[in-house]
């Protein structure tokens, strides 16, 4: 699996969206957020029962993290006319406001190394990537453990602060480096 200083690998995958068959789809790559902070996070498998409550959390969160410069971006290996039926179908996933991407081939999958050997599926995996592509937080989660998005915020703000943080620092707290100054 890919980790921490390593440069996230390139990709071009089809992206849902919009719950709009006309607007739906659109190919996106590591160009399309050239210059942003990248959180992308995986599920196993669509139509299931813990990935929409974290793919509608991270919906609901999603102005905190446009407001720090990341582009959140949802990935499994799902086609994306089954995402599309996804959105359809679940109204808590209707309105996302980032896309769900398509990893149908596997590609990416295989890149970041979470592609689940038994299973066949993305590790329920979480990658914040910074402006430069370069990996700077990776977290992996059981298949049947959802993952906290108020804590992949708390990391975000941390790494933008480039400083040392504290355990269970939260942004608006002095760092250690400002405490020690």
Not at 143 to 148: I, T, Y
């Amino acid at each position: 699996m890919l980790t921490i200083g390593q440069q996230f690998p390139q990709f071009k995958l089809t992206g849902v969206v919009s719950s709009d068959e006309k607007n739906a789809f659109t190919d996106i790559s590591n160009d399309t957020y050239k210059g942003k902070w990248l959180v992308l996070f995986a599920w196993p498998k669509d139509f299931t029962f813990v990935c929409p409550t974290e793919i509608a959390a991270f919906g609901k969160m999603n102005r905190e993290f446009a407001d720090r410069d990341a582009q959140v971006l949802g990935m499994s290996t799902d086609s994306d006319f089954v995402h599309l039926a996804w959105r359809k179908d679940h109204k808590d996933l209707n309105d996302l406001p980032y896309p769900m991407l398509s990893d149908i081939k596997h590609e990416l999958s295989i890149a970041l190394g979470i592609l689940n050997a038994e299973e066949g599926v993305c590790n329920r995996a979480t990658f914040i990537v910074d402006p430069e592509g370069v990996i700077r937080h990776v977290s992996v989660n059981d298949l049947k453990v959802g993952r906290n998005v108020d804590e992949v915020l708390r990391i975000l703000d941390a790494l933008q602060t480039d400083e040392l943080c504290q355990c269970n620092w939260t942004k608006g707290e002095d760092t250690l480096s400002k405490k020690a100054a």
